[in-house]
């Protein structure tokens, strides 16, 4: 784990009554002010209501779809977010099995997506995804049947496996299917992890063949049975978790060019294969450095998470392979070759990138935390109150752990919870080497001088009604 995240010119000052770090004495440590500007504090923790979440990067898109996704939500008047999943989510139900990228000769992702659009009633979720469940209505009629009803469900596997590609399960609403889920018997419960992975790690051909996206709906508060009771299959979701965009008349806005979409859905639907004979795309060299700076990354995360967050971001470099083979297959669509798609490079795999970093992930962990919070973040929460009352400038670990926390914690659980703590702008770090006069080092963290003036924020960003700004929370 970093222990010093950023380093910054502070003048140490006497003080003539140093904090003994072993005692856990109440002593504010004199340092002066370091001088940099805090960002916006995150919140959540300190008021029961969620942080305010990134929009979706529409920059990121191939340039084609992009006026299609923003025309698309604006005759809506809904999230381009929820317009965005279903363009992923149409792309996933023609390809599934049929299309994989090949990262090696051991390392192939299918593209097979689990997506859940999260918003309360009346959010905009069917509106935002209705005309790309029109297209791939039209598309069926010229193919397989690839969108399985609610009523399928049960017998997914059946149906998935008729289809040589695999399918899409679409569904307006999830709540129902996780409580079948928990009652379902391990054997089901494996065909359904099987079929997020189109079946690689199993032996027989019915389960090869049964490849299967989800393009699912639920409330927030709906998310608690899968996460609880689930978590290997919440794990392998994207979520989308937007807040209410901002008014928009429907008098001379733009309506889509849906035939145009369509025509570019038919050609990846036609340029897919099976799997047994699927299109591959390759990722290139260039595309495997970036890879690795990605998964460096995650792999340096994954030492500051736990429970749902750590399954998740596990789930990272797979996901981000999948989302780059999407990328790569909607910008082809669009260039009227008649060649198949080239090669994923450099670009392409940092895109896919940015969206898990930058939109994706904050999304997941916002559920993750106001839904099924882990004991770092009930602690951090703890933690975040206590130093609001004190109005303290300066915390030692110690002190945390002492008195902020009672010492429920050791000095690894501190840790935990001041890197939480420092992940939504309350605290941040001073230099290794700092002591006090006379005294060892001691870990030390500055507070955010905004902290004593978060009493009773107003609850912006769901309640409101009103939009986030266009950067995601602090990481």
Same mark, same amino acid.
């Given at each position: 784990?970093?222990?010093?995240?950023?380093?910054?010119?502070?003048?140490?000052?006497?003080?003539?009554?140093?904090?003994?770090?072993?005692?856990?004495?109440?002593?504010?440590?004199?340092?002066?002010?370091?001088?940099?500007?805090?960002?916006?504090?995150?919140?959540?923790?300190?008021?029961?209501?969620?942080?305010?979440?990134?929009?979706?990067?529409?920059?990121?898109?191939?340039?084609?779809?992009?006026?299609?996704?923003?025309?698309?939500?604006?005759?809506?008047?809904?999230?381009?977010?929820?317009?965005?999943?279903?363009?992923?989510?149409?792309?996933?139900?023609?390809?599934?099995?049929?299309?994989?990228?090949?990262?090696?000769?051991?390392?192939?992702?299918?593209?097979?997506?689990?997506?859940?659009?999260?918003?309360?009633?009346?959010?905009?979720?069917?509106?935002?995804?209705?005309?790309?469940?029109?297209?791939?209505?039209?598309?069926?009629?010229?193919?397989?049947? #690839?969108?399985?009803?609610?009523?399928?469900?049960?017998?997914?596997?059946?149906?998935?496996?008729?289809?040589?590609?695999?399918?899409?399960?679409?569904?307006?609403?999830?709540?129902?299917?996780?409580?079948?889920?928990?009652?379902?018997?391990?054997?089901?419960?494996?065909?359904?992890?099987?079929?997020?992975?189109?079946?690689?790690?199993?032996?027989?051909?019915?389960?090869?063949?049964?490849?299967?996206?989800?393009?699912?709906?639920?409330?927030?508060?709906?998310?608690?049975?899968?996460?609880?009771?689930?978590?290997?299959?919440?794990?392998?979701?994207?979520?989308?978790?937007?807040?209410?965009?901002?008014?928009?008349?429907?008098?001379?806005?733009?309506?889509?060019?849906?035939?145009?979409?369509?025509?570019?859905?038919?050609?990846?639907?036609?340029?897919?294969?099976?799997?047994?004979?699927?299109?591959?795309?390759?990722?290139?060299?260039?595309?495997?450095?970036?890879?690795?700076?990605?998964?460096?990354?995650?792999?340096?995360?994954?030492?500051?998470?736990?429970?749902?967050?750590?399954?998740?971001?596990?789930?990272?470099?797979?996901?981000?392979?999948?989302?780059?083979? #999407?990328?790569?297959?909607?910008?082809?669509?669009?260039?009227?070759?008649?060649?198949?798609?080239?090669?994923?490079?450099?670009?392409?795999?940092?895109?896919?990138?940015?969206?898990?970093?930058?939109?994706?992930?904050?999304?997941?962990?916002?559920?993750?935390?106001?839904?099924?919070?882990?004991?770092?973040?009930?602690?951090?929460?703890?933690?975040?109150?206590?130093?609001?009352?004190?109005?303290?400038?300066?915390?030692?670990?110690?002190?945390?752990?002492?008195?902020?926390?009672?010492?429920?914690?050791?000095?690894?659980?501190?840790?935990?919870?001041?890197?939480?703590?420092?992940?939504?702008?309350?605290?941040?770090?001073?230099?290794?080497?700092?002591?006090?006069?006379?005294?060892?080092?001691?870990?030390?963290?500055?507070?955010?001088?905004?902290?004593?003036?978060?009493?009773?924020?107003?609850?912006?960003?769901?309640?409101?009604?009103?939009?986030?700004?266009?950067?995601?929370?602090?990481?």
């Amino acid at each position: 784990m970093p222990k010093s995240p950023r380093r910054f010119a502070a003048r140490f000052v006497r003080d003539p009554a140093p904090p003994d770090d072993a005692s856990g004495a109440s002593h504010t440590v004199g340092y002066a002010p370091s001088g940099q500007k805090w960002p916006e504090i995150d919140a959540s923790l300190l008021e029961e209501r969620r942080s305010a979440l990134p929009p979706f990067p529409v920059d990121l898109m191939p340039s084609p779809w992009r006026a299609w996704l923003s025309d698309t939500a604006a005759s809506a008047c809904a999230p381009i977010d929820y317009a965005a999943q279903a363009l992923f989510g149409a792309v996933s139900g023609l390809c599934g099995a049929g299309a994989s990228v090949r990262v090696t000769a051991a390392w192939q992702e299918p593209l097979v997506l689990w997506q859940l659009a999260v918003g309360r009633v009346s959010s905009g979720r069917s509106p935002a995804r209705a005309s790309t469940r029109r297209m791939l209505a039209t598309v069926e009629e010229e193919m397989l049947a #690839i969108v399985v009803n609610d009523d399928q469900v049960h017998r997914i596997d059946e149906v998935a496996a008729a289809n040589a590609r695999g399918c899409l399960l679409w569904r307006d609403e999830a709540g129902d299917w996780f409580t079948c889920l928990k009652a379902e018997d391990d054997r089901r419960r494996r065909l359904w992890l099987q079929s997020w992975s189109a079946g690689s790690s199993a032996p027989t051909v019915v389960a090869e063949s049964a490849a299967v996206s989800i393009l699912g709906a639920a409330q927030p508060e709906q998310l608690g049975r899968l996460f609880q009771d689930a978590e290997d299959l919440a794990a392998r979701y994207l979520y989308a978790w937007p807040h209410q965009p901002p008014f928009r008349p429907v008098v001379g806005s733009p309506s889509p060019d849906d035939g145009e979409a369509l025509g570019r859905l038919r050609r990846i639907a036609r340029k897919a294969g099976t799997i047994r004979d699927p299109l591959v795309l390759l990722v290139d060299e260039r595309g495997l450095g970036a890879l690795d700076t990605f998964m460096a990354k995650v792999h340096a995360a994954l030492r500051e998470a736990e429970g749902l967050e750590e399954a998740w971001l596990g789930k990272g470099r797979g996901t981000v392979v999948r989302l780059a083979g #999407i990328l790569e297959l909607l910008d082809w669509s669009a260039t009227g070759s008649s060649g198949p798609p080239g090669h994923i490079g450099r670009e392409r795999i940092e895109e896919a990138a940015a969206l898990w970093e930058n939109y994706f992930r904050p999304h997941a962990t916002g559920l993750f935390m106001r839904t099924a919070p882990t004991t770092t973040e009930v602690q951090a929460r703890r933690a975040a109150r206590w130093l609001r009352s004190k109005g303290m400038t300066y915390v030692t670990r110690e002190q945390v752990r002492r008195e902020g926390l009672s010492r429920t914690v050791n000095a690894s659980g501190a840790d935990q919870v001041l890197y939480r703590l420092r992940s939504a702008n309350i605290v941040r770090q001073m230099p290794d080497g700092w002591r006090a006069t006379g005294g060892r080092p001691t870990n030390i963290w500055e507070v955010n001088p905004a902290l004593t003036h978060t009493e009773g924020l107003p609850e912006r960003a769901e309640r409101a009604e009103t939009s986030p700004p266009p950067s995601g929370p602090g990481k």
